[in-house]
């Protein structure tokens, strides 16, 4: 296991969400902080190309229905298609589900019955079978953290409360759910003291919790080994018998994180992964998605010292850990890197002779390093 690619110039995006459909990663609105904000704009899409690298934007059909720009949501896929469901703009909280062919690339507002959750951001979503199931999040109509659980059939785009048996997590928002067989896996995410009221008085819960979707039942995992810290805005994926987590922010602490841990899913016990390479600097509200044994992460906000590894311009801004930068970076968590690209890395390192390297080795060169075109550098200062 390899950090192998760090690309600047993709999509600067924070709290965007992002799915894998075949070979392309498709990323779904957010927002940027040096970017005007136009909440009732259609929501930007970008495409990556996992072969070349490349990002570019999708232009897709513009019809009557084409979702608001958001940020906080979530997206699914199943088939060709996306769903996506909640988030917020600066103005208003959604709770329409929007559909995207990524074959037609084109926009739907399917027809749902049965009971739909409230309009909230900061909730998770994953797919078990033929349904989503959502967790959580911040409901702006009853101004409140949730802790309950709905689901969609995706099949009939019927809606339905889950009445779960056993204690469930705490309210919270911008925590992670993963998908591993009947179960969705439940780590960190922001609670409040007062929950489910917000008070502003934080929580950061660590422990692991899972949701049998058989049984209906929530199960506290209490595993042994040594836990992350409690966080919120991290990123989780499932790779070989394990859930992985990176990143993420304590606002108790006023800490961001670029660790990286795992989660035996059958030991039940907690591991902290060193890994080598040039990890991603520490952030919060990145996306990462796991395709072909390759973790791909990408975008994200993070404290302006730590950024790409370079010293800030500004001193002050090295004392003040709200005092933030958002990326545009991508980069690449390989599993099993093959003899050639640690071949290609060590050239890189030493910063070797490549004139006489053979063309296809001049290609993955340039396919790892040359920066993207979407998103253009920014003041490291802020």
Known sequence: MRWTVHIEGGPRRVNHAAVCIGDKIFSFGGYCSTEEYKDWEPIPIHVLDTSTLRWSPVYYRKTHVMPFQRYGHTTVPYGDKVYMWGGRNNAVACDTLFCFDTK??????????????????????????????????????????????????????QWSFVDVLGAPPSQRDFHTAVPIGDRMYIFGGRGDLNSPYNSQEEVYCPQV??????????????????????????????????????????????????????????????????????????????????????????????????????????????????????????????????????????????????????????????????????????????
Not at 212 to 236: C, F, I, L, M, Y
Request: charge should be negative; glycine fraction near 8%; aromatic fraction near 12%.
């Open 209 to 382: 919790f899972y949701l049998d979707t058989v049984k209906n039942e929530w199960v506290v995992a209490n595993p042994q080994g040594t836990w992350p810290e409690g966080r919120r805005s991290h990123s989780a994926w499932y790779h070989g018998g394990y859930m992985y987590i990176f990143g993420g922010f304590n606002g108790n602490t006023k800490t961001h994180f670029n660790d990286l841990y795992r989660y035996s899913i059958n030991g039940n016990y907690w591991q902290y992964i060193n890994v080598s390479g040039v990890k991603p600097c520490h952030r919060r509200r990145q996306a990462c998605l796991l395709y072909n044994n390759k973790l791909y992460l990408f975008g994200g906000t993070s404290p302006c010292p730590h950024v790409s590894g370079r010293p800030v311009e500004n001193p002050e801004a090295a004392d003040d850990p709200e005092r933030l930068i958002d990326n545009s970076d991508l980069h690449i968590l390989d599993y099993s890197p093959t003899l050639k690209t640690l071949c290609i890395l060590k050239v890189l390192e030493h910063n070797l002779d490549q004139t006489y390297l053979p063309r296809d080795i001049m290609i993955d060169i340039w396919t790892m390093t040359l920066p993207n075109r979407i998103s253009r550098p920014v003041n490291q200062a802020g």
């Open 104 to 157: 037609q690339l084109e926009w739907s507002m399917p027809p749902v019955s049965g009971t739909v959750p409230y309009a909230k951001d900061g909730h998770s979503a994953c797919v078990i079978r033929n349904k989503m199931y959502i967790f959580g999040g911040f409901e702006y109509l009853t101004d409140q953290y949730s802790q309950e659980v709905h689901c969609l059939d995706l099949d009939t785009l």
